[in-house]
C-alpha cells in the first residue's frame, strides 16, 4: 500500500508541477510575446472622426513599440461602406491569427455576424464609434466596446445653444421669443445621430427656451450633402433661421459653406460636435459658434490599451480579462474661449 502511494506521488507530483506551470503560462509569457498583431476594419476611411482615431491609433502604437520592444503590427482596414467586405476582412484577420480584431461596424445593427465569426476564433473583440446592440455585445464574453456617450453630446451642444439664447437677444432674429431651428443628421441608424438630436433639442426646451423646427434632414455625416441641404433651406427659409444644430462638424462646416456663399444676413449661428481641426478652427474664426470634443485620441488609448493587455496578458480561455465591457469617453464643451486650449491639448 505504501508503494502504491509513493508510485502514485512520484507520478503525480510532476504532472502536477507541469499543469501549475501550463496554468500560469499566461503570465510568465507576457514579456515573450515579440510580435502583437492588431486588426482594424473602419465602416469608412475618408470619415473625418474615424480618420483622425485611426491616426493616433497609429501613433500610439508606434510610441508603444519603442517603449517595449515588441513588434506590433497594426492593420487598418476600409470597408468602404459594404458589411460583406467588411465580414471577408475579419475572416481574414481570424485566417492570419491576428491577437486582437477591432471593428467599426459598416451596419452597427448586424453585428451578431462578426461576433460569432470572432467567437468561434476565441479571439477578443473590440467594438469602437458604431455602437452595437447590447444583445450582440453580450454573445461573446471578450467583446467590448469603445465610444463615448452619444446623449450626453446632444445634451452639451444644446446647453452652448441655452448660453447664447440667453446671453443675446439679438439670435431671435424675428423676435417672437421663440427659436426657429433646422438640424443636420448623421447616418439614419446611428446611436450618435438619434441621441445627438434627441438630446440637443431637450436641453434647449428643458432650458424653457421654445422652440420650432423649421426643417431636418440627413446627411450622413458629410459636408457636402449638408452644404446641399442648407443651400435648399436658405432659399426655402432665408433669415427664418436662428440656429443651425448639425450632429458633427463636417455637415456644420458643410452648412458655413453654404450660408458664406449666400450672403445671407443676419446669418443663423451654427453648432457641430467633433472637435475636428477644421471645426476648431471655425469656432476660432467666428464663423462656427461652438462645438462638442469628441475626445479621439482618448478613445484610440482605450482602444489600444485593451487590446495590448489582451495580447500580452488577459487570455480568452477562462483566464484574467477586463471588468466591463463599455469604455465611454466623456465629451466637452468648444466655445471660442476655450478652443485654443483644445487646440494645444491636441497638439500636445
Ligand atoms: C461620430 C462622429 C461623426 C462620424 C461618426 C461615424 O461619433 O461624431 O463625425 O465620424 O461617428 O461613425
Ligand atoms: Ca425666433
Not at 23 to 41: E, F, H, L, M
Not at 155 to 181: C, F, M, P, T
Not at 201 to 221: F, R, S
Not at 310 to 334: C, E, L, M, Q
Amino acid at each position: 500500500m505504501k508503494r502504491w502511494i509513493r508510485l502514485t506521488a512520484v507520478i503525480l507530483v510532476p504532472v502536477f508541477l507541469f499543469l501549475s506551470c501550463c496554468s500560469c503560462g499566461t503570465q510568465s509569457d507576457a514579456g515573450k510575446v515579440q510580435t502583437i498583431r492588431i486588426g482594424v476594419t473602419v465602416y469608412r476611411k475618408d470619415d473625418t472622426f474615424v480618420a483622425s482615431l485611426c491616426t493616433y491609433l497609429e501613433q500610439i502604437a508606434k510610441k508603444k513599440e519603442n517603449e517595449s520592444g515588441k513588434k506590433i503590427v497594426l492593420n487598418i482596414v476600409d470597408g468602404q461602406s459594404s458589411q460583406a467586405l467588411q465580414n471577408d476582412q475579419v475572416d481574414q484577420f481570424i485566417s492570419r491569427n491576428y491577437d486582437v480584431i477591432c471593428v467599426n461596424e459598416v451596419d452597427r445593427t448586424a453585428a451578431a455576424t462578426i461576433v460569432n465569426k470572432v467567437k468561434a476564433a476565441k479571439i477578443p473583440l473590440i467594438f469602437f464609434n458604431r455602437e452595437p446592440v447590447e444583445e450582440d455585445l453580450r454573445m461573446w464574453d471578450h467583446a467590448y466596446y469603445v465610444g463615448a456617450d452619444a446623449a450626453q453630446s446632444g445634451r452639451l451642444q444644446g446647453e452652448i445653444v441655452v448660453e447664447a439664447w440667453k446671453k443675446n437677444k439679438s439670435l431671435d432674429l424675428n423676435g417672437d421669443g421663440k427659436l426657429q431651428y433646422v438640424m443636420l443628421e448623421g447616418e439614419q441608424e446611428h446611436q450618435d445621430a438619434l441621441l445627438r438630436t434627441e438630446y440637443s433639442i431637450k436641453a434647449i426646451t428643458g432650458a424653457g427656451i421654445h422652440v420650432e423646427k423649421l426643417a431636418d434632414d440627413i446627411a450622413n455625416w458629410q459636408r457636402a450633402q449638408a452644404n446641399s441641404k442648407m443651400t435648399q433651406w436658405i432659399e426655402k427659409f432665408g433669415s427664418r433661421i436662428e440656429v443651425v444644430l448639425a450632429n458633427n462638424d463636417d455637415m456644420a462646416l458643410g452648412a458655413i459653406d453654404a450660408l458664406k456663399a449666400s450672403h445671407l444676413d443676419p446669418k443663423p449661428i451654427v453648432l457641430g460636435i467633433d472637435a475636428t481641426q477644421a471645426g476648431l478652427k471655425a469656432v476660432d474664426d467666428g464663423s462656427m459658434y461652438g462645438t462638442v470634443f469628441n475626445d479621439a485620441r482618448a478613445q484610440a488609448q482605450a482602444i489600444f490599451d485593451l487590446s495590448y493587455s489582451y495580447a500580452t496578458g488577459f487570455t480568452t480561455s477562462g483566464g484574467a480579462k477586463p471588468s466591463g465591457r463599455y469604455v465611454r469617453i466623456p465629451y466637452r464643451v468648444v466655445t471660442r474661449e476655450n478652443c485654443q486650449d483644445i487646440l494645444d491639448e491636441m497638439r500636445s
